[in-house]
């Protein structure tokens, strides 16, 4: 019920007025958000590739509400890839599609979609098309598929282990290459489209993570596993489901740098580290950016304990 809430209040134009108002939510986002500015961002990606986390960038954005909005947004998107290559240092970038137009016109999605990942290209970038909402499904996915047969192989997608059709879509990703990053999901979603249980979604994330690992595994086979992230990108922080894949991998014989875990800035750090010293291949998503409002009540709705900060703080005010 709260979680619920809260992704609601996360897509309400009432409430992030409201929330984004308060100084103290500003900071408390401060412990999901690497900051306003590319700066801020590159410092923090810096500070994780120093204790061995590779990062992936997200400049925090979704649902623009015009054209000259999507256009802003690619090109702010296309001098992140720039300043990051100039760093040196070692991080890809995840976009939402909605950011760069999807909802007000998908050719226009399109033709931003496709310069950012010619600039990827130019610097030897990977991007990865973070998954929205269920409504979004189809077009994600078509607008991917679009890049690929276009030739360009820097660019990967995201799949909701809570979307009943996650399994078809994974075996039809696998099989035409795709590297997936793996989520439970963070968006509410009917009992129609999504498992209502939590149960169930971790019964489906284990069973897709099962078939991501043994893709990776027949890559090695046919030693076509390339530059790019691995096939497999298990982004969780359910110790279960870590330990089922770090189980399972074992089982099967995949080598640990053949797969990496992928964790939220922020979230389990000395998990992250722990993983790291284990041997694993840790890459942690670093969102920064002024709209930090929806992505802050989503991780609030993952840990709603979160909640009794914010409110003991607008007590005391």
């Avoid at 690619?74 to 240092?89: E, P």
């Avoid at 046919?222 to 074992?250: C, F, K, L, Q, S």
Wanted: proline share 3%; net charge neutral.
């Amino acid at each position: 019920m709260i979680r619920n809430f809260l992704i609601y209040l996360s897509q309400a134009g009432w409430a992030r007025r409201l929330v984004m108002a308060l100084p103290f939510a500003r900071r408390a986002a401060r412990r999901f958000v690497a900051g306003d500015t590319v700066e801020a961002a590159l410092y923090s990606v810096g500070q994780l590739n120093q204790a061995g986390l590779d990062a992936t960038l997200d400049l925090l954005g979704e649902h623009t509400a015009d054209e000259a909005a999507a256009n802003e947004a690619r090109l702010q998107i296309q001098q992140l890839l720039t300043r990051l290559s100039q760093s040196g240092l070692r991080s890809g970038i995840s976009i939402k599609l909605t950011q760069i137009g999807l909802k007000l016109d998908e050719a226009l999605c399109a033709r931003n979609l496709k310069s950012i990942l010619e600039t990827a290209s130019t610097h030897g970038l990977f991007v990865r098309i973070d998954m929205e909402e269920s409504a979004c499904v189809d077009a994600t996915l078509r607008l991917y598929r679009g890049m690929r047969a276009e030739g360009f192989d820097n660019v990967g997608v995201v799949i909701q282990a809570m979307l009943y059709r996650s399994d078809a879509d994974v075996m039809e990703l696998l099989a035409e290459g795709a590297r997936i990053r793996l989520v439970k999901g963070a968006y509410m979603e009917p009992p129609q489209v999504a498992y209502p249980h939590k149960a169930d979604v971790d019964a489906a994330f284990d069973r897709l993570a099962d078939l991501m690992l043994h893709e990776s595994f027949a890559e090695i086979r046919r030693g076509a596993n390339g530059d790019w992230p691995p096939v497999a990108a298990i982004a969780t922080h359910d110790e279960a489901r870590i330990r089922y894949v770090r189980e399972h991998a074992e089982l099967i014989g995949l080598p640990k740098s053949q797969f990496e875990f992928q964790m939220l800035y922020g979230i389990r750090s000395e998990l992250q580290r722990q993983l790291v010293a284990e041997g694993y291949q840790v890459r942690v998503y670093v969102p920064f950016g002024q709209q930090w409002y929806p992505y802050f009540m989503r991780r609030l709705a993952e840990r709603p304990a979160n909640v009794w900060f914010l409110l003991s703080n607008l007590f005391k005010r």
